[in-house]
């Protein structure tokens, strides 16, 4: 079984073999964590995902790392929430399975995960969290360590509160 913990701070720092970018559609970068990530990954960056066409909503596509300590990104697209009716339970489970899928591929036996969905796309923070353990719990058997990193206070209490009660 993984470790799993909650880690305060920025994923952009994270000393892990491969963080999570909760990017959108086009991969072309944005705000929030996409922001930050390609601002301390450099401009190669946005180079790598040119070529990569895009990416769908519960999928993801990996990059190198550039200035980042990590050696991977793997860049994910979380569902934009609508009401939890229009399968965004489901798209976010896949987000954090094609991740892990990933991971295996790439040989990466860290990973560091955003909040992904929580910010501006509005999908609710506890349920959200909730969701992201329980998935990683199912399938992450062979990664040693994966890393749910919270940017606020709140995220941070909710994902104690949830690794805790195991
Ligand atoms: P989305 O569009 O998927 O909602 P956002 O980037 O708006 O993505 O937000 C996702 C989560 O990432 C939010 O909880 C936000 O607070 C958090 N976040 C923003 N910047 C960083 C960062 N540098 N490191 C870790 N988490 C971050």
Request: proline share 5%; charged share 20%.
């Amino acid at each position: 079984m993984p470790e799993l913990l909650m880690v305060r701070g920025d994923i952009t720092r994270r000393p892990v073999d491969a963080v999570v970018n909760a990017a959108n559609s086009s991969l072309l970068g944005g705000g929030g964590v996409d922001g930050a990530i390609h601002r301390a990954a450099g401009p190669d960056l946005l180079h790598a995902c040119r070529l990569l066409h895009g990416c769908k909503t519960g999928s993801a596509k990996a990059t190198p790392g550039f200035r980042l300590p990590a050696k991977w990104i793997f860049h994910t697209v979380g569902p934009v929430w609508r009401g939890g009716n229009n399968g965004e339970p489901e798209l976010l489970a896949s987000c954090y399975r094609s991740c892990l899928d990933l991971a295996r591929e790439h040989g990466a036996k860290s990973i560091a995960f955003p909040a992904i969905s929580t910010g501006i796309y509005g999908y609710p923070k506890d349920q959200a969290a909730e969701l992201a353990i329980n998935t990683c719990r199912e399938n992450a058997a062979d990664i040693e360590r994966v890393e749910f990193v919270c940017f606020d206070a709140d995220t941070a209490e909710m994902y104690e509160r949830l690794l805790v009660r195991g």
